[in-house]
């Protein structure tokens, strides 16, 4: 409830006065410009944190943990409120639907149904009004930050190259190849003729391939493998992803070449590699802009730090926990 500061002492005394009198413990925590932040409120905004309290902490640590977590809370909501009035007085406005849409679009990344969502909330002691609140206050710092932070930040090409040479290991390339399989897998237990059959099978079919057949239409007849009834690719494999000898073959066999008929415990394997991605350093140019975004955010956060320092300064902020 905004109040003119000429009669915020007075509004205080009387709401100090109601509550006493409704037998309901409330007080004024803070004020900020011509704004009060309620004993309440903080309860409000610290309620979903009690529970893990009550399980985590006895005696004299719960009670300073509390205090201190309270303390963190309330200054949290010095700043929203700091931004909330910012922001009226430069004229940006957030409408209800767009505070509806982010919910929406983050329920539909994280794939999970309104009702599922609530019920999480309620788990967490989270009111949705509660949570909406939250939403809203992310949405405007991210407005004010575009307005007035993101035009006041440069990225130069020297400090994309100084956090290129800095952060090499980010930006080391993985060996990779790309492969086809014809796989025939060995069933369990089976007897040594069962193995010898499947064997011959496999060096049967790498001799069509050998003549000329397409490894497609081979993978698509007799692979039990993946992707078999699309020719086996199986696509960019790294080390450490398939079985020690199909990967000792597949990292050291020559472009489009057939392998030999390779024996694991899960069967036998044939392999052609279609694809070699080599290690090393990706070129900047392929990571400038990734880079640029990583600087941009550092500086910005840095930013939004420094004039969220200057705004309290020149507010009138009062801390009564």
Do not use: C
């Amino acid at each position: 409830m905004k109040i003119g500061k000429t009669i915020l002492a007075g509004v205080a005394a009387v709401l100090l006065s109601a509550t006493v009198q409704a037998g309901v413990a409330d007080r004024i925590v803070a004020v900020v410009n011509d704004e009060i932040i309620t004993q309440s409120d903080l309860n409000a905004a610290f309620e979903p944190y009690r529970g893990k309290f009550e399980a985590s902490y006895r005696g004299e640590d719960r009670d300073k943990a509390r205090t201190d977590t309270q303390r963190l809370i309330l200054n949290r909501m010095v700043d929203n409120l700091l931004i909330e009035q910012e922001s009226r007085k430069t004229g940006i406005t957030l409408r209800d639907e767009e505070v509806t849409e982010a919910i929406a679009d983050m329920q539909k990344q994280r794939n999970i149904a309104p009702e599922e969502f609530r019920k999480a909330l309620e788990q967490e002691g989270i009111t949705q009004d509660a949570y909406r609140k939250d939403v809203r206050d992310q949405l405007m710092r991210m407005k004010l930050i575009r307005r007035d932070i993101k035009s006041r930040v440069a990225v130069t090409d020297e400090e994309i190259g100084e956090y290129y040479r800095n952060h090499r290991q980010d930006y080391e390339g993985k060996e990779s190849v790309r492969l086809r399989q014809i796989f025939l897998p060995l069933p369990k237990e089976a007897d040594p003729a069962v193995r010898e059959k499947l064997r011959t099978d496999a060096e049967a079919i790498r001799k069509r391939l050998l003549n000329g057949e397409p490894f497609d239409a081979l993978s698509a007849k007799y692979s039990k493998g993946p992707a078999a009834a699309t020719g086996g690719d199986i696509g960019y494999i790294e080390k450490g992803m398939v079985l020690p000898g199909v990967e000792a073959a597949a990292f050291s066999l020559p472009l489009n070449q057939i392998s030999a008929v390779i024996e694991t415990g899960a069967g036998f394997h044939i392999i052609q590699v279609i694809d070699h991605q080599g290690a090393g350093l990706k070129a900047i140019e392929i990571v400038r802009e990734e880079i640029r975004e990583k600087v941009e955010q550092g500086k910005m956060e840095k930013k939004y730090g420094e004039w969220l320092e200057e705004l309290r300064k020149k507010s009138h902020i009062e801390i009564k926990l």
